[in-house]
T-cell receptor
Framework: AQTVTQSQPEMSVQEAETVTLSCTYDTSESDYYLFWYKQPPSRQMILVIRQEAYKQQNATENRFSVNFQKAAKSFSLKISDSQLGDAAMYFCAYRNDNTDKLIFGTGTRLQVFP | SAVISQKPSRDICQRGTSLTIQCQVDSQVTMMFWYRQQPGQSLTLIATANQGSEATYESGFVIDKFPISRPNLTFSTLTVSNMSPEDSSIYLC?????????????FGPGTRLTVL
C-alpha cells in the first residue's frame, strides 16, 4: 500500500525568508502524481503545486517549487519570499496513475512571523 | 476549475441522529469524492460517489453508516448516520475531471460536524 509521510508537524519561517517542507512516500508504482495542498484556517483545500513522476524537471509555481527525488521517494516543497498569507497547514498527497484516490500525509503546520 | 459549495458549513448534532451534507458544483464533473478530516488529522477518503450507481467505499467505511447519493454530474450528498462523538470531523467534498495526463481535484469548503 502506498503511504505518505510528513515528518515535520510544525515549521516556522520569518517573512521574506525561505522554508522547505519535507515529504516522503512509499510506492511500488512507476507512474504517479504528487501534490502539495494548502489548508488555511478557512478549511479550504487549495492546490499549490503538482508533479508528474515521469518528469525529471522539478515543478515551479511562482514562489513555490519542489525538489522531486524519485529514487529517494522524496518530494519537498520550497516556499521562497515567505508571506504572512502562506501560514497554513500543508499536505503532501500521492495519486498513482490508475486510480483517482488521493493519499495524504499528516500535514505540516507552517507559521510565518513578521 | 470549479466552484464547489457545501451545506451546511457547520452543525452541532445530538448522538444517535443523522445529518445529510450536500455538495453542489457549478459545472459537470466526472469524479466526486467524500473525505473525512478528524480533528488535527489528515484527510481520509470515505468513498467515491458514482453517478447513477452505488458509491465505492474505502476500507473501514460502510454504506449503512455513510450512505451517499449522486443523482447527477453536479450534485452529491453524504449522510452520517446514527452519529456518535467519534464522528465529529470536517467532511469535505472534492471533484475532478480527467485532464490530460493527470487529474486535479478541487475541494469544497468543508462541513464541520460536532456530535455531542
Amino acid at each position: 500500500a502506498q503511504t505518505v509521510t510528513q515528518s515535520q508537524p510544525e515549521m516556522s519561517v520569518q517573512e521574506a525568508e525561505t522554508v522547505t517542507l519535507s515529504c516522503t512516500y512509499d510506492t511500488s508504482e512507476s507512474d504517479y502524481y504528487l501534490f502539495w495542498y494548502k489548508q488555511p484556517p478557512s478549511r479550504q483545500m487549495i492546490l499549490v503545486i503538482r508533479q508528474e513522476a515521469y518528469k525529471q524537471q522539478n515543478a515551479t509555481e511562482n514562489r513555490f517549487s519542489v525538489n522531486f527525488q524519485k529514487a529517494a521517494k522524496s518530494f519537498s516543497l520550497k516556499i521562497s519570499d515567505s508571506q504572512l498569507g502562506d501560514a497554513a497547514m500543508y499536505f503532501c498527497a500521492y495519486r498513482n496513475d490508475n486510480t483517482d484516490k488521493l493519499i495524504f500525509g499528516t500535514g505540516t503546520r507552517l507559521q510565518v512571523f513578521p | 476549475s470549479a466552484v464547489i459549495s457545501q451545506k451546511p458549513s457547520r452543525d452541532i448534532c445530538q448522538r444517535g441522529t443523522s445529518l445529510t451534507i450536500q455538495c453542489q458544483v457549478d459545472s459537470q464533473v466526472t469524479m466526486m469524492f467524500w473525505y473525512r478530516q478528524q480533528p488535527g488529522q489528515s484527510l481520509t477518503l470515505i468513498a467515491t460517489a458514482n453517478q447513477g450507481s452505488e458509491a465505492t467505499y474505502e476500507s473501514g467505511f460502510v454504506i449503512d453508516k455513510f450512505p451517499i447519493s449522486r443523482p447527477n454530474l453536479t450534485f452529491s450528498t453524504l449522510t452520517v448516520s446514527n452519529m456518535s462523538p467519534e464522528d465529529s470531523s470536517i467532511y469535505l467534498c472534492s471533484v475532478g475531471w480527467r485532464a490530460g495526463s493527470y487529474n486535479e481535484q478541487f475541494f469544497g469548503p468543508g462541513t464541520r460536524l460536532t456530535v455531542l
